[in-house]
């Protein structure tokens, strides 16, 4: 059960509903995206010897700070987005964007959960992502 008595579902990081509002914000997101940009057909920009060094050394800072008791949510997502830079493989990349995805979720949870914060929503806000085409 969370603080307040409700059931917590498997993802909700201890605060009754805290996935579903996440994931909420995240498609709320996706729609203005879509509404800003339309359907874009880009290619994925990834792999190559430079990314999987940047992989190997955001790994590497991921690893320094656990072991240091420093680790932060940055580590850990930059971890993430570096391994599906250095991805080529569609699968693979796949499963690694969902994993960063996962991250960025987890992490929205964790600011939600903190004592001076309260669930919050970007939705029904406009898009913050970049336009990439520079625009905007």
């Not at 509903?17 to 874009?40: C, K, N, P």
């Not at 792999?47 to 700070?65: F, K, L, N």
Request: charged letters at 25%; aromatic letters at 2%; a negative charge.
């Amino acid at each position: 059960m969370g603080q307040t008595g409700e059931m917590t579902e498997d993802g909700d990081a201890g605060v009754p509903g805290s996935l579903a509002r996440v994931l909420a914000d995240v498609a709320a997101e996706r729609a203005a995206q879509d509404v800003r940009w339309g359907m874009q057909v880009l290619p994925d920009g990834t792999g190559g010897e430079r990314a999987a060094a940047e992989s190997d050394a955001a790994r590497h800072a991921t690893d320094t700070a656990a072991r240091a008791g420093a680790l932060t949510w940055r580590h850990v997502l930059a971890e993430e987005v570096m391994e599906a830079f250095a991805e080529t493989e569609p699968d693979r990349l796949r499963a690694e964007l969902v994993q960063v995805a996962a991250v960025a979720v987890k992490w929205a949870q964790a600011l939600d959960r903190r004592p001076s914060g309260r669930p919050r929503s970007t939705a029904p806000g406009l898009s913050q992502a970049r336009d990439p085409n520079g625009a905007g």
